[in-house]
Nanobody, 127 residues
Framework: QVQLVESGGGLVQAGGSLRLSCAASGRTFSCYAMGWFRQAPGKEREFVAAITWSAGNRYYEDSVTGRFTISRDNAKNTVYLQMNSLKPEDTAVYYC????????????????????WGQGTQVTVSS
């Protein structure tokens, strides 16, 4: 089993910054990639960013490109999402996810690609 615990959410004014963390425990050695998704009230959960664990390939949703940065610390089994220039439309619950499948099956923006999910952390951006 794998456990993912997010932290770092909170309330911030538009234009501000937050850094989310996702700490993984359990069977971490065979993780292929990790991603961040978000879900706003009344909307579907959507892809935000992802990173492959070994090679460090990064992927971003268009609306966050240039504002958000995903990174990882292999020694700490932790993935980060640095969020700058936050906008009210970034308000959502942010979820961390981990993929343990075969690399050839990995589709970074698809929710069903990921095998494990965290409980989420709330990010609220005020205007």
């Amino acid at each position: 089993q794998v456990q993912l615990v997010e932290s770092g959410g909170g309330l911030v004014q538009a234009g501000g910054s937050l850094r989310l963390s996702c700490a993984a425990s359990g069977r971490t050695f065979s993780c292929y990639a990790m991603g961040w998704f978000r879900q706003a009230p009344g909307k579907e959960r959507e892809f935000v960013a992802a990173i492959t664990w070994s090679a460090g390939n990064r992927y971003y949703e268009d609306s966050v490109t240039g504002r958000f940065t995903i990174s990882r610390d292999n020694a700490k089994n932790t993935v980060y999402l640095q969020m700058n220039s936050l906008k009210p439309e970034d308000t959502a619950v942010y979820y961390c996810a981990a993929d343990y499948g075969r690399p050839s099956y990995y589709i970074y923006h698809r929710r069903d690609t990921y095998d494990y999910w965290g409980q989420g952390t709330q990010v609220t951006v005020s205007s």
